[in-house]
């Protein structure tokens, strides 16, 4: 079965007495002729019966309705930010230009000029005097910014856009207070997720939404990023390795995984934010943040299954790991190469040995 039909049948069939498996199809694909449901069925079990498939992740039902209310939450913030990008698109095609000036179109300052667009005020000196705060400063800016050809079909498309932005600001905070209420029971191990780097309270919410709590189900760190479609795919034929491709995975999973590795990799002195400028100036910014992404899911599995707080490695970890007398005579080679004569000593007051345990 394939989108959402499988999930009313495994639900019915989750509590009966027989033990009730989720397969993925690309693990069943029959030999070519003779396809009927019958055939099917037939094939399917007796890859059962050999042990040849494993059934695939489905985690308890505490766990799906707070996957489910995480993924809708996304979906509406998604849709809100969408809504922003329009109202700005409106905004230029008017001529307005309230996004140079003031960074956030959407605070206090911006909403109540927009409003009062809405409301038919287009004198640029009184827009620009409803400005609050900071903003003030800008104001022979804001009265150039706001000089523009605003006409009614403006007013009226920007005024749905604010309500509609209202609206999304009104179910974002609904369905926040309902899953606060679903992951209660879990408050441990999101407490746990948060001592992450690029990890925030919500990005810990849709973590344990995805994966669970439960890392036996796993077995390993390595098996859980295999999964998840974060580390590299294997296909070797003939002793030659034809691409290490990462596999497709969980799209939700990818999403938040992808937003905690761009945060971490903007957190200083960290190890993460090391290991991303390291791989990024040999392979690229993609693969550095597929490898962050890969660490920060590792960091995840054991924390939850040892219940155990982040420990950052710091962000000289990669320096520390290397035999220091033979990174110091690398470092005078490259000062020799550039025509630079250097002549260095060992503080008293550092180790001698530096590596990593």
Known sequence: MTPVFWKAPFHILEDAVAECWLLNARHLRNVPGRKTDAADAAWIAELVEYGLV????????????LRDLTRYRRAQIDERTREAQRLDKVLQDAGI????????VLGKSGRAILDALVAGTTDPVVLAELAKGQLRKKIPALQEALTAFFTGHHAIIIGEILSKLDYLDEAIDRLSTEIDRVIAPFADEVALLDTIPGVDRRMAECLIA???????VFGSAERLASWAGRCPGQHESAGKSKGGRTRKGSKWLRIYLHDAARAASRTKNSYLNAQYHRIKARRGPAKARVAVEHS???AAFHMLDRGEPYHDLGADYFTRRRDPNRHAQRLISQLDALGYDAVITRRTDQPTDTKAA
Do not use: C, H, N, Y
């Open 97 to 104: 230009k309230l996004s140079s000036v003031a960074s956030d």
């Open 210 to 216: 995805e994966i669970g709590v439960d890392m036996t």
């Open 54 to 65: 494993r059934p695939s992740f489905v985690p308890p039902q505490p766990i799906r309705e």
């Open 296 to 298: 920060i899911l590792v």
